[in-house]
């Protein structure tokens, strides 16, 4: 059974930046396609950023793209997302997830294992 571990979430300043780290115990991350996913608060989890177990093709949200990039170290076995410039708005509870049947994408049906979040805080 895959269990995820997030970690680097924090308060932050409008502008910004922060790096999540993604990491697993039980199996290798390195098999799954991973994504990110915000839930703020009052709000429903809604996928930020993906990337496929080959690290070749990623998603991502418009209200993200280009100030956010999701990465993955395979010989750290570890998916990164970079988060620059931040705004209020991003605010929340983040997870990272794992798909072991071959989806892809920003939805939260594709994914089968999920961690228990980080909490990032974007205050002035």
């Known amino acids: 059974q895959l269990q995820l571990v997030e970690s680097g979430g924090g308060l932050v300043h409008p502008g910004g930046s922060l790096r999540l780290s993604c990491t697993a115990s039980?199996?290798?991350?390195?098999?799954?396609?991973i994504a990110w996913f915000q839930q703020a608060p009052g709000k429903e989890r809604e996928g930020v950023a993906a990337?496929?177990?080959?690290?070749?093709?990623?998603m991502y949200a418009n209200s993200v793209r280009g100030r956010f990039a999701i990465s993955r170290d395979y010989a750290k076995k570890t998916v990164y997302l970079e988060m620059n410039n931040l705004i209020p708005e991003d605010t929340g509870h983040y997870y990272c997830?794992?798909?072991?049947?071959?989806?892809?994408?920003?939805?939260?049906?594709?994914?089968?294992?999920w961690g228990q979040g980080t909490q990032v805080t974007v205050s002035s």
């Open positions: 039980g199996s290798t991350l390195n098999l799954y396609h």
């Open positions: 990337i496929t177990s080959s690290g070749v093709n990623t």
């Open positions: 997830a794992a798909s072991q049947r071959d989806l892809y994408g920003l939805g939260t049906g594709h994914y089968d294992f």
